[in-house]
């Protein structure tokens, strides 16, 4: 019988994106998104518009951790 809907979509994901936890681009996207998330909580905790200055110290405080787990995980994997 052959699949359909969502496992065949499922299979697809599979199929096209092998992923590991070793993986050194999905370790980054990981860091990354849970970076993006604490900058998000941390700025709806302070009042005002940002400046450059602190648009600058995000784009720092993503990046950073990004590539040094990327780094990491790509000597260590």
Request: charged content about 15%.
């Amino acid at each position: 019988m052959p699949q359909t809907g969502l496992a065949v979509v499922l299979n697809m994901v599979d199929d096209e994106f092998p992923i590991s936890w070793t993986d050194p681009d999905y370790i980054a996207a990981v860091v990354g998104v849970l970076a993006v998330g604490a900058l998000a909580f941390y700025a709806g905790l302070v009042d005002g518009a940002p400046s450059i200055e602190t648009v600058l110290f995000v784009l720092l405080w993503v990046t950073l951790p990004t590539t040094l787990a990327y780094e990491i995980a790509r000597r260590w994997g």
